[in-house]
């Protein structure tokens, strides 16, 4: 079992920078890939990056490659999403999620475990 904890989302101008954090309990966090989503009110939840379990192997979404980066801390059982240059279209809730193993990155239901989210407001 693995919990997971999203934080630092929050209210942001068009343009600025926000790091997020996922932080997961158990001991077995290094075994698992990671994942971030995002859904923004009346939209389905989109992909936005994936890194595997080493670290080794990133992916990202077209629409956030080049402004965001997914890194994880498996020492500290953490994963981050580093945002920049956002956008209002980049306002929505954010969730990370845990994979034991997936065939594509973005596929949702290869997802074993999800947190709760953490809201995004960009202005403009």
């Known amino acids: 079992q693995v919990q997971l904890v999203e934080s630092g989302g929050g209210l942001v101008q068009a343009g600025g920078s926000l790091r997020l954090s996922c932080a997961a309990s158990g001991r077995t966090f290094n075994r698992y890939a990671m994942g971030w989503f995002r859904q923004a009110p009346g939209k389905d939840r989109d992909f936005l990056a994936a890194i595997s379990w080493s670290g080794g192997r990133t992916y990202y979404a077209d629409s956030v490659k080049g402004r965001f980066t997914i890194s994880r801390d498996n020492a500290k059982n953490t994963v981050y999403l580093e945002m920049n240059s956002l956008k209002p279209e980049d306002t929505a809730v954010y969730y990370c999620?845990?994979?034991?193993?997936?065939?594509?990155?973005?596929?949702?239901?290869?997802?074993?475990?999800w947190g709760q989210g953490t809201q995004v407001t960009v202005s403009s």
């Open positions: 999620a845990a994979a034991n193993t997936f065939s594509s990155a973005s596929y949702q239901h290869e997802y074993d475990y």
